[in-house]
């Protein structure tokens, strides 16, 4: 291997570990009084209901386990992405997330194996009291994607430890914390 071919790959290492990492959702604000104590996440009347997450025209596609129950998968990847977003999250005041996921638009495997793109997700947020069922705050076409790694660059992520499921769920942590530290 060349000098310059390792440099590359060194430099395509580094740059791949700085872009991980939890969100840091800020304590202050609206958000800063609540513990998010429950979740729940659902799929919007835009993606159908027996949406298979393999057809490209859809607004659902996800392939991250290569089979199985695709729209659980999701599910378990907002709720590992919420704890993620909320985890810091410590005020007096318990409260539910509930989110409508509006579009699930991961890469597709031939995406991933050649080019690069974007995971665009996106979803409804909405902030509710649980005792009292009244809402604190909430946010239409919340965007919580990112840029998807294909080819090359996601092949050093991949061995890097860093592959489509943990980027996905960064982007949704982090647009969750993102939201919530504006309000």
């Given at each position: ?38 979740s ?84 409804n ?9 009244s ?43 993102n ?5």
């Amino acid at each position: 291997m060349s000098i310059l071919a390792r440099l590359v790959a060194v430099a395509g290492l580094v740059l791949v570990s700085a872009c991980g990492g939890a969100p840091n959702t800020p304590s202050t604000g609206a958000a800063g009084g609540w513990t998010v104590a429950d979740s729940s996440v659902r799929f919007g009347p835009d993606i159908e209901r027996t949406a298979s997450g393999t057809n490209y025209n859809d607004n659902f596609v996800w392939d991250g386990y290569n089979g199985g129950n695709r729209k659980r998968q999701v599910v378990g990847l907002f709720k590992a992405a919420i704890g993620d977003a909320t985890g810091n999250l410590s005020g007096p005041q318990n409260v539910m997330l509930k989110v409508v996921v509006t579009r699930f638009h991961a890469m597709t495997p031939s995406a991933q194996t050649w080019c690069c793109g974007e995971h665009n997700i996106v979803a409804n947020l909405e902030v509710v009291d649980p005792e009292s069922g009244s809402v604190l705050a909430s946010g239409n076409d919340i965007y919580l994607g990112r840029v998807a790694l294909g080819g090359l660059p996601g092949i050093i992520a991949t061995a890097a430890g860093r592959d489509q499921t943990v980027r996905v769920r960064e982007g949704i942590a982090t647009g969750i914390a993102n939201w919530l530290a504006g309000l």
